[in-house]
């Protein structure tokens, strides 16, 4: 069962064991984890991943150690889609509160599944959604 939606930096500071991750947020992972329920990563982060590549803001080999992570985590991280009623969901996310487009679809998708958003984005931190930090 998912129990949260991870956002884009999020997973890459999990991924890299990096201090920027709460220490809030890694125990809600661990404790998820020794659950054997799983934490949902958002399609458009894989995109976003591309982006920060191209961009030089993180190291090129990110997506394919995530991807590997994915492969090895026995469906304890999981891609969540990007679908119809994901996108029906992010009429409900308001745009004032989170107006970028990546942030308000990964809202979107924890919306939909009716779990909270592990996320130091401060926009998402202090909108209506629960949020993990």
Not at 43 to 66: D, N
Not at 96 to 114: E, G, K, S
């Amino acid at each position: 069962m998912i129990k949260a939606i991870i956002d884009t930096h999020a997973i890459i500071w999990f991924l890299y064991s990096d201090p920027r991750l709460s220490a809030k947020a890694r125990a809600f992972m661990m404790e998820t984890f020794q659950q054997e329920n799983a934490i949902g990563i958002s399609a458009i982060s894989f995109v976003e991943i591309v982006y920060l590549i191209e961009k030089g803001r993180i190291p090129a080999e990110t997506l394919s150690s995530l991807i590997a992570k994915l492969d090895e985590s026995n469906k304890l991280l999981v891609e969540v889609q990007l679908d119809i009623g994901v996108a029906r969901t992010l009429a409900r996310v308001d745009a004032a509160q989170i107006p970028d487009m990546p942030d308000r679809i990964v809202a979107a998708t924890a919306l939909h599944l009716n779990v909270p958003i592990i996320s130091r984005d401060g926009r998402i931190r202090l909108s209506t959604l629960e949020t993990i930090w």
